[in-house]
């Protein structure tokens, strides 16, 4: 935990006449977990670090002060100043969120980042939080999650009907049109679940963070490529009363270490992944990947979902148009620069 003095928005001095800042800030993902967890903490210690210990966040596990799916909800009632957490979360009461967080068959890591800084996705993004009372930081990035963990192959898109599987975002929508139960479920109660049989399968992050939770254990087939979720954004959300509250510097520094924080979570997330499916192998692991039919049946269910929430939703259709704008001009771009991934 990241702790200072006391709780709030306040200005004081200590002795080298620092103005002292300090935001409780509970985080959706348990900081013992790599990648997803640990990187509100490595943003918390910037922040201490560059303020001279004028800024501090105050972090709380999942369910500490409030629940994990709650963050958001804190920090618009004011219960709490600040929170670390994935968006996509909140798609039950701000249904656009989600593309905020994770858009299937979409943007890479990179691409989100292009659209965020560069093309209008962060005004897209205040914009939309901004009437709940808050505002937004993007503070953390990683590379695409694992297609998720079953106790049996994936066949045809015929195995997933029936299964009781955790799944979030819009991808949890797409397997729920293809017949899947679905349920959503924080970190920290996936593998009782798994272990006790109230789920068949789970997709969740990455090989390193799913390992930690000790998914390996129990569900044997862990399938690629992760078409829900090829990239995985974080934010700040901050109260805006409190955002408001604090000086221009100051908040420039926050956001300053949001920054660094979407580079260096990327990096550990691209950098850990390796050693872990090297293992596979010794636990028993097996490493499959889907086949092009099946994500092809999967892209067309996710048109399908898009549109449906598009039209239901104004927000929704202003951000997916947006995405895909900026998707249509940088692809001619990406697919003449980058060499051939077989190469």
């Known amino acids: 935990m990241i702790t200072g003095e006391r709780s709030g928005t306040t200005t004081e001095t200590n002795g080298q006449q620092n103005t002292r800042i300090t935001w409780r800030v509970p985080v959706v993902f348990q900081t013992n977990l790599p990648v997803l967890g640990d990187n509100p903490v490595y943003v918390a210690k910037q922040i201490e670090a560059a303020s001279g210990g004028a800024i501090g966040l105050r972090l709380y596990e999942p369910g500490e002060v409030v629940p994990a799916f709650s963050v958001t909800d804190a920090v618009r009632d004011n219960k709490v100043e600040a929170g670390y957490t994935w968006l996509g979360y909140d798609q039950g009461k701000i249904p656009a969120s989600a593309l905020l967080g994770a858009v299937p068959f979409s943007m890479e ?3 989100y980042s292009a659209w965020w800084y560069e093309a209008g996705g962060r005004e897209l993004g205040e914009a939309l939080y901004a009437p709940h009372n808050m505002h937004l930081l993007y503070c953390g990035m990683t590379g695409p999650e694992t297609a998720g963990w079953f106790r049996k192959r994936i066949e045809t898109l ?4 029936g299964l009781k599987i955790r799944f979030a975002g819009i991808g949890g929508k797409v397997i729920e049109q293809l017949g899947a139960s679905v349920t959503m479920l924080p970190g920290g109660e996936i593998f009782p679940a798994l272990e006790k049989g109230a789920i068949d399968a789970s997709e969740f992050a ?3 963070v799913d390992q930690t939770l000790g998914f390996d254990r129990i569900a044997k087939f862990n399938y690629y490529p992760g078409w829900h ?4 954004a974080s934010h700040l959300v901050i109260n805006k009363r409190h955002w408001d509250a604090i000086s221009n510097a100051d908040q420039a520094l926050i956001e300053t270490a949001c920054t660094a924080g979407v580079t260096r979570n990327l ?5 850990l992944q390796g050693a872990v499916m090297a293992a596979f192998p010794e636990k028993g692991v097996s490493a499959e990947v889907l086949p092009t039919e099946i994500l092809r049946e999967l892209e067309a269910v996710t048109e399908r979902v898009l549109a449906e929430e598009a039209a239901a939703d104004a927000d929704f259709a202003k951000i997916l148009e947006s995405q895909r704008q900026f998707r249509a001009e940088y692809a001619n771009w990406k697919s003449k620069a980058y060499l051939p991934r077989d190469f």
């Open 109 to 111: 890591p990179w691409e």
């Open 158 to 161: 015929e195995d997933v009907k």
């Open 206 to 208: 990455l090989p390193v």
């Open 229 to 232: 979720q090829p990239f995985t």
């Open 267 to 271: 990096a550990r997330s691209e950098g």
